[in-house]
């Protein structure tokens, strides 16, 4: 079965950089979409980014667009958001979430079957 295991998350200043990573395990990594999302208390989750299977295709949500990468490595079956010019407003619990796909489109924002149980991020001003 698919299993999702983020890691990176810390405590940073505004400005700063932080990589999140995401581990696959369990099945064919190349097969699968995979999405980062996050939530703050008191906020509805929100999307980040996702990336189709070979890394083909990628979305980002409009908050961190022109700041965040999302990438992937099949050989490390690993998942990657690299997070930069941090503000407060990007603290939350980052998730990663997988769902099987084509390569040649992305899924819908809200049809990620597998999840993470997620990690935090906090950014200090």
């Known amino acids: 079965q698919v299993q999702l295991v983020e890691s990176g998350g810390d405590l940073v200043q505004t400005g700063s950089s932080l990589t999140l990573s995401c581990a696959f395990s369990?099945?064919?990594?190349?097969?699968?979409?995979v999405g980062w999302f996050r939530q703050s208390p008191g906020k509805e989750r929100d999307f980040v980014a996702h990336i189709t299977g070979t890394g083909g295709l990628t979305e980002y949500g409009d908050s961190v667009k022109g700041r965040f990468t999302i990438s992937r490595d099949n050989g490390k079956r690993t998942v990657y958001l690299q997070m930069n010019r941090l503000n407060t407003e990007d603290t939350a619990v980052y998730s990663c979430?997988?769902?099987?796909?084509?390569?040649?489109?992305?899924?819908?924002?809200?049809?990620?079957?597998?999840w993470g149980q997620g990690t935090q991020v906090t950014v200090s001003p």
């Open positions: 369990g099945r064919t990594f190349a097969s699968y979409a």
């Open positions: 979430a997988a769902r099987r796909s084509l390569s040649t489109v992305l899924p819908g924002r809200t049809d990620y079957e597998y």
